[in-house]
């Protein structure tokens, strides 16, 4: 009997259906079970009725209700009472919170205008309400600093957009049906299952699973193959790959010269790219990178996942650009089960947004944007550094000079994220955070390493307490949540807490008096467009989801119609010329390989002896979310390092040994695990830890840089330079390893 069934006939029993918010593909379609007498959820599951999620949540989400109803959850407002940084905190009413906030922020704004407020936020909740909905209308009734979400996935969307004009491609479905799946940077099974059962369904039918990857991951161990490549040289291989593809004649020239633009280009460009010269750079055989190239040229339908992992490098976004060329070369696009997928949210990119988000509240007014990247830049108060901190996404950019800079960041809003422990840079980042005169509320569940320098922190709901619309990045169906509970203790939810700051500061439009429901309502009653024909509220209520009104099977660009300027693929693409960029794919190599990096000399290391750093999400963790659940984190064990056994054994690391991790920026201490589940000359090491559960309150931000990507000024995190060695205090590994979890665990006892 499924749990669904189970409790339908309970009578004391009420089953809410919601949405997962976290930063996610799959946006899984939950159920609830909540007892009608005390209020309390008891349960909770996948909805075995949606299409994607099938009856089950991933092991992080499973435990959502421990998350929710957690000792540490915040349930009233807290004031400062002792140093930043110090956690120290003392209870005070909503009233009294609200009245100090907003007494702060009148002072800042009268004395350096509203752009000396930041606001700063990412995925914390995806839901368009509960997100940005009304924490939009309210900074754009302020005036207050705007900030570029480029975190996460900004230059790989740049690449992909330029070469298909939209962030389209396969849906998750499709899959089943290929006959080869090339899952290029993304571990699927920690970070996309429901993906995983078509790819399942495909391999019944005898397709073949191949994954390029740094590490050999869970994902990796599951497929037919696993292709180690060095970070950050994916465009290499992809652009050998056409080599071959070209030369060899297995292109698709009818599709390419109906639907595609630029193929002369490209294949002028991709004759220097034999396979020889990509192995130098990537690491994979030029025998292995000829066979690969002809079993997808030659096997259709042939599909390709790529994920955020590919373009967290300098060349990100040139790299994703070249890698999305490939389906219209082979005409994969042709099948169902073929192309390729970064994310779907293009397909709701028709979604009018325009009175939800209140842009016309800004008035006349031209808000800095600042990078969320270089958050240390910004809450510097040197002007040089605060310029550096604009967002410049395209080469064509101007940088400001420090005098057009604008004023100090004196008051920061931070909700939905933890920056003190995702943020590049972190040491520069917590000496921001530390500045006395900066004014700082943290909306959160808990008190995260953040919300320790907070002058205030308030209580904000959970998913289970509040109303939010999903779109989701990886399928094709519009989701609703249902608040199931009432918000535990005082909590508020992130929309209620801008009504009242709103309505404390004075801003009049009737926007900021719109309940949830009604403003959900009228999203979804004003769209026209005809891909949300047939999406109603009363639908939405119903079932909790509707897919996009698009056919299924769905072929996007069987026939061409890419969203672009000139309607088809684009191998040359003149609006990438016009920011800037080369127009052709070519190869941007990462800045860890770079001859003429000085970082060595900055450390006083030996260069030969450094190493790539990696730093993906840990299996149980959703990037800082879940970190503090003991189930979760008890799986997870202790911040460590992979590293291959030829560089631990030429550094004198045995496995468990406590190992410092340092570059120019600062160093960790991680525990190492020597594995050869890690190509040669590089390491993983799983994020993101809180600070307060890491061994030397740091975590593996601390020695990544705010360098931007080629596109979108997006992050760097897999391509950092390390140097790792032994701690000295090492003595047997066994009993070192001991008491690092101890500490970890006497840690969460204490928070």
């Known amino acids: 009997m499924s749990k669904l069934t189970f409790y339908e006939n309970e009578p004391n029993t009420l089953v809410v259906t919601g949405a997962c918010p976290h930063d996610c593909p799959d946006t899984c379609s939950w159920q609830v079970a909540v007892n009608r007498t005390t209020g309390q959820a008891v349960d909770i599951w996948g909805n075995p009725n949606h299409p994607v999620t099938q009856g089950t949540l991933c092991g992080k ?29 003392a209870p005070v009413s909503w009233d009294a919170a609200l009245q100090e906030i907003t007494a702060n922020l009148q002072r800042v704004m009268a004395a350096y205008g509203a752009e000396a407020v930041l606001p700063y936020s990412y995925s914390g909740t995806l839901g368009l309400l509960q997100g940005e909905g009304m924490a939009t209308r309210f900074f754009n009734a302020m005036g207050a600093s705007r900030l570029a ?98 030369g060899e004649n297995l292109h698709d020239a009818d599709y390419v010269e109906q639907y595609t633009v630029g193929f002369a280009a490209l294949a002028e460009r991709v004759k220097e790219w034999t396979p020889e010269r990509a192995a130098e750079i990537t690491g994979v055989s030029a025998e292995r990178i000829r066979q690969l190239a002809r079993d997808y040229a030659t096997t259709q339908p042939a599909a390709i996942r790529i994920n955020y992992g590919m373009q967290r490098h300098y060349g990100g976004g040139m790299a994703v650009r070249t890698v999305t060329c490939l389906p219209a070369l082979v005409g994969a696009w042709r099948h169902y089960g073929g192309g390729i997928q970064l994310s779907t949210t293009g397909f709701f990119r028709r979604l009018n947004g325009t009175k939800l988000y209140r842009f016309d509240l800004i008035g006349d007014r031209k808000p800095r944007t600042i990078n969320m990247n270089r958050l240390g830049d910004a809450l510097s108060l040197d002007r040089t550094r605060i310029a550096r ?166 072929l996007p660009f069987a026939e061409g119609n890419f969203p672009t300027p000139s309607g088809k693929c684009e191998f040359y693409s003149e609006r990438m010329a016009r920011d800037g960029y080369d127009p052709v794919p070519t190869y941007t190599a990462p800045r860890w390989s770079d001859e003429t990096d000085d970082s060595a ?15 993906p999400p840990a299996h149980s963790f959703l990037n800082s979310s879940f970190v503090n659940v003991d189930r979760l984190q008890k799986r997870e064990k202790m911040p460590f390092l992979k590293l291959h056994p030829n560089d631990a054994q030429a550094r004198q690391i045995a496995n468990g040994d406590q190992v410092r991790v340092w570059n120019e920026l ?86």
């Not at 760097?716 to 009993?735: I, S």
Request: aromatic share 8%; charged share 20%; proline share 7%.
């Open 389 to 554: 901190a604009h967002h410049r996404p395209r080469p064509i950019d101007a940088r400001p000079t420090p005098e057009q800079a604008g004023p100090p960041v004196k008051a920061l809003i931070i909700y939905n994220c933890n920056p003190a422990a995702v943020t590049p840079d972190q040491s520069e980042v917590i000496k921001g955070l530390q500045r006395e005169d900066l004014f700082t509320v943290v909306m959160d569940h808990f008190q995260t390493d953040t919300a320790d320098y907070a002058d205030f922190i308030l209580p904000a709901t959970t998913q289970l307490e509040h109303w939010d619309l999903h779109r989701p990045y990886g399928h094709l169906h519009l989701m609703l949540n249902r608040p199931a509970i009432a918000p535990v203790g005082q909590s508020l939810s992130n929309t209620e807490i801008f009504r009242r700051l709103a309505a404390a500061l004075g801003y009049t439009d009737p926007c900021f008096q719109e309940s949830d429901e009604e403003i959900l309502r009228a999203l979804i009653e004003r769209q026209q467009h005809p891909t949300y024909a047939g999406i109603t509220w009363d639908r939405l209520l119903q079932d909790g989801y509707a897919r996009l009104n698009v056919p299924q099977p769905y």
């Open 666 to 751: 600062g160093s960790v201490t991680l525990t190492a695990e020597v594995t050869e589940d890690i190509i040669p000359g590089t390491i993983l090491a799983p994020g993101v830890w809180w600070t307060k559960f890491s061994p030397d309150h740091r975590n593996i931000n601390q020695i990544v840089s705010s360098a931007e990507t080629d596109m979108g000024a997006g992050a760097t995190f897999y391509d950092t330079r390390v140097w790792v060695e032994a701690k000295a205090e090492n003595g047997r590994h066994d009993a070192e390893a001991n008491v690092h979890r101890h500490a970890i665990e006497q840690a969460m006892a204490a928070h």
């Open 61 to 89: 989400v499973d435990r959502y209700l421990e998350r929710t109803y957690h000792r540490d959850r915040l349930t009233t407002p807290l004031k400062r009472i002792g140093p930043k940084g110090s956690g120290q905190f």
């Open 601 to 615: 000399l900055e450390v006083d290391a030996p260069r030969d002896q450094s190493l790539v750093c990696i730093s």
């Open 149 to 246: 979400r480029t975190i996460c996935s900004e230059a790989g969307f740049e690449g992909y957009l330029y070469t298909i004009g939209a962030t389209e491609g396969m849906e998750p479905e499709a899959y089943a049906h290929a006959k080869l799946i090339l899952i290029w940077g993304s571990n699927t099974l920690t970070s996309n299952l429901h993906l995983w059962p078509f790819i399942q369904a495909a391999r019944k039918q005898g397709a073949r699973v191949i994954v390029i990857d740094p590490a050999n991951t869970r994902t990796a161990q599951a497929a037919d193959e696993w292709i180690a490549i060095r970070p950050g040289t994916d465009g290499a291989l992809a652009l050998a790959l056409m080599h071959v593809i070209i």
